[in-house]
């Protein structure tokens, strides 16, 4: 049976016609970076000195705070959640009572949502649970006071992107709970990307939590292909990734601050491409096509995120762009040409200007996000401007901008009353 989609003629059971086809992986799963391995190459160190500060809390004592920095992709998280089911795997040979909670504080970023998502996690599916919003805060951490009370023993709360909190009250709040404990006892692990973290924490937060510090150095290339060739012998069938294939992904990945997760993403998205092209082998293109897709979703997700402001001032270099093609010119963009389609844009949207000096400096910031390329020149005694040039694909861009209502009406908007400045 097929189905008529204007001119197209399709195939009912899309889908039964690509399950029949045999597929690269094992387990697709096993590329992800949040999947767990039960070995974690080249981070022995990182795991037995964090196991080392935990391993009071199976003597029943309270492990010191710990603040665990480095990079994305340096394995932070996974050596928090590897070292924390052996925590518990060991509280529960040895009849230790221990509580481990991770929290993405990305997702939970506000003191009322962290106290309530931990306390959540401490209650029974018969006990009432606090709600998502309506309770007073005091009770909340109230309520988490008596939970932890209740289960005894030692709980390890994991605060991972802990640098995303909104406000220093949590972290105050939870650095003095063991104050208010009888009989329990309370650690906290932060993990951040950023190591000045801790510079912009109220004093007595910082005197109460910065108890350790562990630093996660980032991959070298050799490093990452032993991460990639352990993963790739449980995501992939046997014998199909040229030689040359991770080497490659390594290297790249490699440049891009030893980061692991950049390194999986490659070599998973590679065989997704070599699978989706019906290729037996995984080769250097895949791995040149998966950079190439990775690179332009990052620019598009950076590009949906932007303020408007910033918005308009890309969609006058767009159209400043597709205006010179169109009329022959392969001349660079300068900053004055884009300021002025910045202002005519910002008539048609109804929305306040900015000055040019302020115009140049979020242009600087676009620049310095990859989204364009803008070289300062010198004119002599005219000055200096800047040579503005778009980075990744015009047509995706525009496409992406015109998702915002803001610039629904410009999608036939013409340059008008402006000649190229030479």
């Known amino acids: 049976m097929s189905i008529l989609i204007g001119k197209n003629t399709v195939n009912s059971d ?38 080392s500060i935990l391993v009071t809390a199976l003597r029943g004592e309270t492990p010191s705070n710990v603040f665990i920095y480095g990079k994305t992709g340096t394995g932070k998280t996974a050596v928090t959640k590897f070292i924390g089911k052996e925590l518990l795997r060991k509280g529960l040979e040895t009849s230790k009572k221990i509580n481990f909670v991770y929290l993405n504080c990305e ?54 992107e802990v640098d995303k909190l909104k406000g220093d009250e949590a972290l105050y709040n939870l650095s003095r709970i063991n104050g208010n404990l009888q009989n329990a006892k309370v650690s906290i692990v932060g993990i951040s990307n950023d190591l000045k973290f801790t ?49 490659l992904c390594s290297a790249l990945a490699a ?14 998205i590679s065989a997704e491409q070599a699978e989706r092209g019906g290729a037996t082998k995984i080769t250097k293109k895949f791995v040149r096509l998966a950079q190439n897709k ?3 979703d990052r620019i598009m997700e950076v590009v949906r995120t932007l303020p408007t402001q910033s918005k308009q001032i890309l969609l006058a270099v767009l159209l400043r762009e597709q205006q010179d093609r169109k009329d022959g010119i392969s001349g660079v963009i300068t900053t004055g040409e884009v300021y002025e389609i910045y202002k005519d844009l910002c008539r048609k949207t109804r929305t306040d200007s900015l000055t040019q000096r302020r115009v140049a400096d979020l242009i600087s910031e676009l620049d310095m996000l990859g989204i364009i390329t803008a070289r300062v020149i010198s004119k002599g005694r005219y000055g ?39």
Do not use: C
């Open 199 to 247: 510079e912009f924490l109220d004093p007595r937060v910082k005197s109460s939590l910065g108890e350790e510090n562990m630093i996660f150095p980032p991959y070298d290339a050799s490093q990452l292909q032993d991460i990639l060739k352990q993963r790739a012998k449980i995501a992939l069938k046997p014998n199909i990734l040229d030689d040359d294939v991770i080497p």
């Open 384 to 422: 200096r401007t800047r040579e503005i040039r778009i980075s990744s694909s015009t047509s995706e861009i525009l496409n992406i901008l015109h998702e915002d209502d803001i610039f629904k009406d410009l999608t036939n908007y013409k340059i008008r009353g402006q000649t190229k400045l030479l």
């Open 294 to 296: 990775i690179e332009i």
């Open 107 to 160: 997702i939970v970023d506000t003191q009322y949502r962290l106290l309530q998502n931990i306390t959540n996690h401490l209650i029974n599916e018969w006990s009432e649970r606090i709600p998502f919003t309506g309770w007073p805060t005091d009770e909340v951490y109230a309520k988490l006071i008596q939970m932890i009370d209740k289960e005894g023993g030692v709980t390890v709360i994991i605060l991972d």
């Open 14 to 51: 899309i889908f039964g016609h690509l399950l029949k086809s045999d597929g690269l992986f094992i387990d697709r799963e096993a590329m992800r970076p949040s999947y767990m391995p039960e070995i974690l190459p080249h981070r022995g160190k990182e795991i037995n000195d964090l196991a």
């Open 255 to 268: 440049q891009e601050h030893g980061d692991a997760r950049r390194a999986l993403d490659l070599l998973r």
